[in-house]
């Protein structure tokens, strides 16, 4: 294996660590949470979430983007800890004064999640935001610095603390007020603790030019509504959801999700590392590298999608009874974390051109044809409905990124991988809703065999490239060993 792809797989392997751990604790809090909270408390745990997102998602400002973009790239009159102490300083300033301003509706915001207004429950939804704020850039710094250690053992902790938080309150009261008040009990201190230990990576003093953040902010600014749209791009759903059919049908469809996300163990490592990947190495001679991942990328997703399909009942036995009727429409919620990933390996001639608000334009037309599919599906076809939006407007977003993003740059060489992977999942999620007993098993069956056939090149490279990983692990653990037996 050459140096160069070895590093590669090295580091994507490090950063997808987090990934991997968080979703063996996710596969186990899931099926406890479902047996301990009943529908509705679970869903206000849910609710929570997606509020909370939202917050981070304004607060951000975009400049999370933008310290991804700039951290190689930096403009005059910035270093390095000046650009993250500017961009952590001015969305957590954000952070707060939403929450100030938030207080004068706390009642019909804590409402929407609680079921009746509680003070409490608005006071934790500011401070958990705030929390997670801090959070995502004292990520990014080690992301950017390409360190997966760190990067791994802080993720892995926060990943830890929340499934104990609330799981540890469904043993004693199963309340999702108790379990929202837990969370952030626990997510705040570790937040401080993780700026105290990275506090040499920021610089108080720092006073970035007029010139920087007139930068920072032309490439921030369009990523703002971004944010928001991106955010009701992915909770639309569970909105409609919450205001169409209530609570009960809001918890059983968000812990569905919940157990779709396990797909993300391969998407959420992988974009960790691509984007820093793709800023460092665009400008060179790397198109035939960016091609190869894409195909790679497709055919790992789509094999996993079709695998978690055809498993789909034995897992489902580890739900709690009153969460078991979401299998209908299960595979559905595999397109949109599958899309999402794909998108990032056609749709970044957008991010190095530097054309964000390419990227504000399409989440906007996506959100609104998500909510229209919400509203005509939903009333019709229940969960099965909402499922079948958040797909049909994840592979609409797919396709506008990539025409997007491959007219800026020309990333891959053809969308064979990208339409079978794509085209598979779909079938598997028609199948799995209109067949029933051996016929869906048969038809998810025939998508697997197809999918072999769509990508047999790539399941040899991915062969080929577990081989020698593994050859390597098995030589540096020789070396160890012959190292210790030495006097």
């Not at 991804?68 to 403009?75: D, L, N």
């Not at 608000?357 to 609104?368: M, R």
């Not at 998508?447 to 769509?454: D, G, I, P």
Request: with cysteine; hydrophobic share 50%.
């Amino acid at each position: 294996m050459q140096p160069s792809n070895r590093k590669f797989l090295k580091n994507l392997v490090g950063f997808s660590m987090v990934s991997w751990i968080s979703f063996l604790l996710g596969f186990v809090a899931t099926p406890l949470s479902t047996r301990l909270f009943a529908p509705g408390e679970l869903a206000k745990v849910n609710l929570f979430g997606t509020y909370t997102s939202l917050i981070c998602s304004v607060c951000y400002l975009g400049l999370d983007q933008a310290f991804v973009r700039f951290y190689k790239e930096r403009p005059p009159g910035v270093s390095q800890r000046g650009l993250l102490t500017f961009c952590l300083g001015v969305a957590l300033g954000a952070c707060a004064l939403l929450g100030a301003a938030g207080s004068l509706f706390w009642a019909p915001v804590s409402e929407q999640i609680a079921g009746a207004p509680d003070a409490w429950v608005y006071a934790c939804l500011c401070l958990y935001s705030l929390s997670l704020v801090a959070f995502r850039f004292l990520s990014l710094s080690y992301r950017m610095e390409q360190n997966p250690l760190p990067y791994t053992v802080q993720g892995v902790s926060q990943a830890a603390l929340t499934k104990i938080a609330y799981l540890g309150v469904g043993f004693i009261a199963a309340s999702g007020r108790a379990a929202i008040v837990s969370l952030t009990g626990l997510m705040l201190p570790f937040a401080a603790l993780t700026a105290w230990i990275q506090r040499k990576r920021l610089d108080v003093h720092a006073r970035p030019t007029p010139a920087c953040v007139r930068e920072l902010a032309r490439f921030s600014l369009p990523l703002m509504p971004l944010s928001l749209l991106s955010w009701l791009n992915s909770s639309v759903s569970t909105l409609a959801l919450r205001q169409l059919l209530g609570m009960e049908a809001t918890g059983v469809y968000t812990s569905a999700l919940a157990l779709a996300s396990t797909i993300n163990i391969v998407q959420t490592g992988f974009n960790t590392y691509w984007s820093p990947y793709v800023l460092d190495n665009y400008q060179s001679d790397e198109s035939a590298r960016f091609d190869a991942v894409h195909r790679s990328m497709a055919c790992l997703l789509t094999f996993l999608g079709l695998g978690l399909t055809l498993l789909q009942s034995p897992v489902f036995l580890l739900l709690g009874r009153s969460y078991r009727s979401s299998v209908v429409y299960f595979p559905f919620l595999f397109l949109s974390p599958i899309c999402y990933c794909l998108g990032e390996t056609t749709g970044m001639g957008i991010l190095i051109s530097k054309k964000s608000y390419w990227t504000t334009l399409i989440y906007l037309l996506s959100a609104l044809v998500n909510i229209a599919l919400c509203y005509a599906l939903i009333p019709a076809l229940g969960m099965t409905g909402a499922a079948m939006a958040s797909a049909l407007t994840a592979v609409l977003t797919l396709a506008l990124r990539t025409a997007v993003g491959e007219h800026y740059y020309r990333a891959i060489r053809g969308y064979r991988a990208l339409g079978g992977g794509v085209g598979l999942m779909l079938l598997a999620s028609v199948a799995n809703w209109l067949l029933t007993g051996a016929q869906k098993y048969a038809a998810i069956a025939v998508c697997l065999l197809l999918a072999v056939a769509v990508f047999a090149k790539e399941l040899k490279t991915l062969g080929r490239a577990a081989g020698q990983l593994l050859s390597a692990a098995q030589g540096r653990l020789r070396r160890r060993a012959h190292q210790r037996r030495k006097p």
